[in-house]
Nanobody, 111 residues
Framework: QVQLVESGGDLVQPGGSLRLSCAASGFTFSRYVMYWYRQAPGKQREWVGS???????NSADSVKGRFTISRDNAKNTMYLQMNSLKPDDSGIYYC?????WGQGTQVTVSS
């Protein structure tokens, strides 16, 4: 059974940092491109970034230079390092692949 479990969300001040994790199980993690999405209240879910099986990454312009995606295939885990956080980065962050979604983790950026 495929499972994706996000963690690491928290309340942080503007300019702060957080590291999100996505723990995967039930499939061969190393064979799949993985994605991060986020959804702010009242807004559509939006793509944040992705990482290929070889570790190549791509990210949305809104987070480029501030967010870094990585993966550890030995641990079946993907990460999202978020720096220089802004209030607009607030929302629920999800990891996903091939139509499978985690339950999300809440990030709130506020003073």
């Amino acid at each position: 059974q495929v499972q994706l479990v996000e963690s690491g969300g928290d309340l942080v001040q503007p300019g702060g940092s957080l590291r999100l994790s996505c723990a995967a199980s039930g499939f061969t993690f190393s064979r799949y491109v993985m994605y991060w999405y986020r959804q702010a209240p009242g807004k559509q879910r939006e793509w944040v970034g992705s990482i290929t099986v070889n570790g190549s990454t791509n990210s949305a312009d809104s987070v480029k230079g501030r967010f870094t995606i990585s993966r550890d295939n030995a641990k079946n885990t993907m990460y999202l390092q978020m720096n220089s956080l802004k209030p607009d980065d607030s929302g629920i962050y999800y990891c996903t692949f091939s139509g499978h979604w985690g339950q999300g983790t809440q990030v709130t950026v506020s003073s």
